[in-house]
Every structure is written in C-alpha cells, then in structure tokens.
C-alpha cells in the first residue's frame, strides 16, 4: 500500500479548495531499467472524491500523469468541519482512500 495522500481543504465562503499530493511511481510501462528491460506499468486509474460521503467528483487517468500527482478541485456547499476524502484505484488493484477535514 502506497503511503497517505495528504490532503488540504480549506474553506472561503461557501466553497472549499481541497488540495491533494498521492504518493504513486506512476510508471508508463515504456521505461526501461539498468538492465534494458521494460518496467512494467502501474498508474492511477480512477480518482473520486466525496464531500460528507457524497460523491462530488470522478477522474479517469492514464499512463501519463506524472509521479506523485497533485490535484486540485473546488467542492460547493462545504464548510469547515465538513469532511472530505479521496480515493484512487490504479491497474493493478491497489487501491487508497484518505479524509480530511475542511477548516
């Protein structure tokens, strides 16, 4: 399991800028390594977020987003306390959900 997403949320008025950095190798699977052998792919596929359990966004990724990617979204309606988590999916089935809280 990759370690823990860290994820900031912060309200300003009646929205919330949820910021997040995943820890993913994100490899294409057109690299090679030392020995000219190719390293096969594994990246993130899907990555949702739920605001207070709600689903309020769903991405669908490829090979070409870079290593530890970083995503940042707007959620409507949150304020602080509200609680916030995003989960990703990669190829190979691994799979992490991290939460935080709006302040």
């Known amino acids: 399991m990759a370690d823990p997403m860290r994820i900031r949320a912060q309200a300003s ?21 030392a020995s000219g052998k190719l390293v096969p792919a594994w990246f993130i596929t899907e990555v949702s977020a739920q605001h207070n359990g709600k689903p309020v966004m769903t991405a669908q990724w490829g090979p070409a987003v870079s290593k530890n990617p970083f995503l940042q979204f707007v959620v409507k309606g949150a304020k602080a306390g509200d609680k916030i988590s995003v989960t990703w999916v990669d190829n190979k089935g691994d799979k992490r959900t991290d939460e935080a809280t709006v302040s």
């Open 13 to 33: 008025g009646d929205k919330a800028t949820v910021r997040v950095l995943m820890s993913h190798e994100m490899e294409t699977g057109q690299r090679k390594d």
